[in-house]
């Protein structure tokens, strides 16, 4: 086999894994680039304690802005990010203060105020929210 064949064989079968890491790291630091942080703030317990709220402060980085976001989830049941549905979102991290009126209503408020609000709903499944 000649030199200039053996040297063709050995840069493909180098350009072949090297490729594919380069892929697989691409893929990597692209994912966690686009990757959120998520930090449990708070849990509001209902007044039978069957139903809490939970408060979160999400961020995404320099191209999303941080936000507190609360739900809704029954005791027992696994909170995620990804599956419970939010019933409100803020921007920012304002305190967040919650308060039960009964099994079926709650209040929320931010101090200091929310300026930029994303969601806001009245109704969390059978909750009504009231916001103060």
Not at 49 to 70: E, F, H, M, Y
Not at 81 to 97: A, K, N
Request: net charge positive; glycine share 8%.
């Amino acid at each position: 086999m000649s030199r200039r064949r053996w040297i063709g064989l050995v840069v493909v079968a180098l350009a072949i894994p090297i490729g594919f890491l380069c892929v697989f790291l691409a893929d990597t630091v692209m994912h966690e680039f686009g990757a959120c942080r998520v930090v449990r703030q708070k849990l509001f317990a209902s007044p039978s304690g069957n139903r809490l709220v939970v408060v979160i402060w999400k961020s995404c980085g320099a191209n999303v802005p941080d936000s507190t976001q609360a739900s809704i989830v029954a005791r027992g049941r696994t909170f995620s990010p990804e599956s419970t549905p939010t019933f409100v979102s803020v921007g920012g991290h304002p305190d967040v203060v919650v308060a039960w009126s009964s099994e079926r209503a709650v209040r929320i408020g931010f101090i200091p105020e929310a300026g930029q609000i994303y969601k806001r709903d009245q109704r969390a499944g059978d909750i009504t929210i009231n916001y103060e």
